[in-house]
């Protein structure tokens, strides 16, 4: 069983910036950032496999930037532009085998982190 830590949530601006962090237990191929808003349902920010391919949700391109160091089993979302829609509890999670858009797959998940955006 892996577990995840996430740290480096908080309050900011809008046009603020902020850096996610998630600590993995052990090996994982894929990990993501999925967050979930009061109301809405969970969506999947971005991903990256352990060749860092990466993938972003249409809301967020071009203002995230995910990353991850194999070497530390620990991934980022550097966040910048923040708007207050991003505000919402964002969630480490991982996989082994493929990435997917599916935030229903990830079988091992952090405890969460709060992002909010006024």
């Known amino acids: 069983h892996v577990q995840l830590v996430e740290s480096g949530g908080g309050s900011v601006q809008a046009g603020g910036s902020l850096r996610l962090s998630c600590a993995a237990s052990?090996?994982?191929?894929?990990m993501a950032w999925i967050r979930q808003a009061p109301g809405k349902e969970r969506e999947r920010v971005a991903h990256?496999?352990?060749?860092?391919?990466?993938t972003y949700a249409d809301s967020v391109k071009g203002r995230f930037t995910i990353s991850r160091d194999n070497a530390t089993n620990t991934q980022y979302l550097n966040m910048n532009d923040l708007k207050p829609e991003d505000t919402a509890m964002y969630y480490c999670?991982?996989?082994?085998?493929?990435?997917?858009?599916?935030?229903?797959?990830?079988?091992?998940w952090g405890q969460g982190t709060q992002v909010t955006v006024s």
């Open positions: 999670a991982a996989k082994q085998g493929g990435c997917t858009v599916r935030p229903d797959v990830f079988r091992y």
């Open positions: 990256i496999d352990r060749d860092g391919r990466t």
């Open positions: 052990g090996y994982t191929y894929c």
